[in-house]
């Protein structure tokens, strides 16, 4: 539809800016394959142009992005092609017959390309090295700045030297800034992570749903509304939890649809000691509005976080962030502090529209995207239904490091300006020895041990201590509630507790599981200090998801 409003009445105008009638001036861009002077073809839905990582079709500012034209069936050939930008426009009101051009980017070569050029006279453009038939060609488009509405990314293909076709249709794509609040746009991936240390986050997951702050996105059962436990890892750009416009893993699915986390958590550990660093897993909050914490590691080739949480009851939505960059485009070092809002997904498994839609299974399974209610809210209207904090901790030596020292990290607040002066800090010297151990299942704690008391049928674990009290600190305390958990035993081992080798399926029977519970809560009451941080007086600290605590002690 952009296309035909973009194209259709000023096509002609338009054609003879970007093709350029004066073909006898060698200043005049060119855009037409090979130069020539037939009239295109209308496009047959053979070949298109693609843009890897865009989301709605909304692009962040600055970001880069591989903008690929290929044939759908792979087969298909074409000799040559220009891809090219053109910008958006705003009225003049100092003279309406000469809008003013925004900026459109900038669209270069891909490294090391064997097949494309920039085409002279013309900015912005990238046509063929050589009329060697091929299937695809690639090139990397950098969105311009903030405030510059709109760009349109056209190609047009010739199959044969006075046989091509023009820019409409799967040939065009027009995108648009995309005007989130900063909180939720994901930090630009990293592919030069140069960060020599390990590194230790926490990872806090900040409940903010609620019926006071969603009126209109809350189950009618308010009672019935949480959030399933916390699951993901650390991991490598080889390791994907879920991809947005893919389809969901059996382990999504079943996180998404039940709130059942162990079958997600196998297919993470398949992974250990390879393309996954650290199972991150944390307790569910007691309630939506609350959180929880955990802490996990990460190196330089694990700089990616991947999550998810489900939302429930709900026909198959679920909260999660895919490949978070830990290590900072810019200085190729640790981030120290990430916020990031988390709004609701729909996994694309389940037809049901509404909080407690009857179970309908989606045949054939659609690909992950933005749960369908988020649409019917302006964006600038919506809230994020939870929030991810994550804070560097420290930072541990590893042999990539030509001195085995820790660098300080910097506490929260300080200037940027600060950072040239690392030469003039006192480097804290670690005493531990340089981690090379790979993921294991050992931590700090000594391992639960099954509850004598428990039947034969449904042996369970002892109860582990109870979490801190959590409530809102008033006058020096807090009256709120606690919790304390135990976990299912399968072969000597706690089901859900830890990580690093493949578990058997719990064959525990689900009566069991109804007669005896997993959690206990009981009232609690302890005095705090009301300059405390909020986040930090209203968590359950899970830390049982460090697989490898014991080796950097």
């Known amino acids: 539809m952009h296309s035909k409003k973009l194209f259709g009445i000023r096509g002609v105008v338009f054609l003879t800016l970007l093709f350029g009638l004066s073909v006898c001036d060698e200043d005049v861009c060119n855009r037409r394959p090979l130069g020539t002077k037939t009239d295109p073809l209308p496009p047959d839905n053979q070949f298109l142009i693609e843009i890897n990582g865009l989301i709605e079709n909304l692009y962040i500012p600055k970001k880069e992005y591989i903008v690929r034209l290929r044939s759908r069936d792979a087969k298909s050939t074409f000799i040559a092609f220009t891809i090219a930008l053109k910008e958006d426009t705003l009225p003049n009101r100092n003279n309406p017959r000469k809008p003013i051009h925004l900026n459109a980017g900038r669209l270069t070569l891909m490294p090391n390309s064997t097949t494309t050029r920039y085409k002279q006279h013309c900015d912005d453009t990238v046509v063929e090295l050589d009329i060697t038939p091929k ?71 900040e409940g903010t749903w609620s019926y006071n702050t969603h009126p209109s996105l809350f189950p009618k059962s308010r009672e019935l509304a949480r959030f399933s436990d916390v699951v993901g890892a650390s991991h490598s750009k080889d390791f994907s939890l879920y991809k947005y416009t893919s ?86 070092q640790w981030t120290e502090n990430i916020t990031f809002n988390l709004y609701p997904m729909d996994a694309g498994t389940d037809k049901g529209l509404t909080f407690e839609a009857p179970n309908e299974e989606m045949s054939p399974p659609q690909p992950i995207s933005p749960a369908k209610f988020i649409k019917e809210i302006p964006k600038e209207l919506m809230k994020p239904f939870a929030r991810l ?64 008391a428990s039947p034969d049928d449904c042996p369970l674990s002892t109860w582990e201590e109870w979490f801190p009290c959590q409530g809102v600190c008033n006058d020096g305390k807090i009256k709120g509630i606690q919790i304390r958990l135990r976990y299912r035993m399968v072969d000597g081992v706690a089901v859900g507790k830890y990580f690093g080798e493949e578990q058997k399926e719990s064959q525990t029977p689900e009566e069991c599981l109804d007669k005896y519970s997993l959690s206990d809560t009981r009232e609690c009451e302890e005095t705090c200090d009301n300059e405390s941080e909020v986040d930090e007086d209203n968590v359950w600290d899970d830390t049982t998801s460090e697989l490898d605590e014991q080796a950097v002690k």
């Open 247 to 332: 389809e969901a893993s059996l382990g999504l699915k079943l996180l998404a649809e039940q709130g059942n986390s162990t079958k997600l958590e196998i297919e993470i550990q398949k992974q250990l000691g390879t393309s996954v660093r650290t199972v991150i897993k944390a307790s569910a909050p007691y309630n939506t509005s609350m959180s929880t914490v955990t802490n996990f590691r990460a190196t330089r080739e694990h700089h990616l976080i991947s999550l998810a949480t489900a939302l429930l009851p709900s026909p198959d939505w679920f909260l999660g962030v895919a490949n978070l960059e830990l290590c900072s485009i810019k200085t190729n």
């Open 135 to 205: 299937t695809f060609v690639e090139a990397l488009w950098t969105a311009p700045d903030k405030d510059n509405k709109c760009v349109t990314v056209f190609a047009v293909v010739a199959v044969q030297p006075d046989v091509w076709y023009n820019y409409e249709g799967p040939l065009s794509k027009w995108i648009c800034e995309d005007r989130r609040k900063a909180d939720d746009i994901q930090p630009l991936e990293n592919d030069n992570c140069q960060a020599c240390e390990d590194a230790r986050y926490q990872l806090t997951f």
């Open 389 to 452: 904090r994550l804070k560097l901790v420290r930072t541990y030596s590893t042999t990539n490091c030509s001195m085995e020292i820790e660098e300080p990290v910097t506490s929260e607040g300080d200037n940027d300006a600060d950072a040239g002066n690392d030469k003039d800090r006192e480097h804290n010297y670690i005493t531990d020895p340089p981690v090379t151990t790979p993921p294991t299942t050992t931590t700090s704690e000594e391992p639960p041990s099954v509850d004598p």
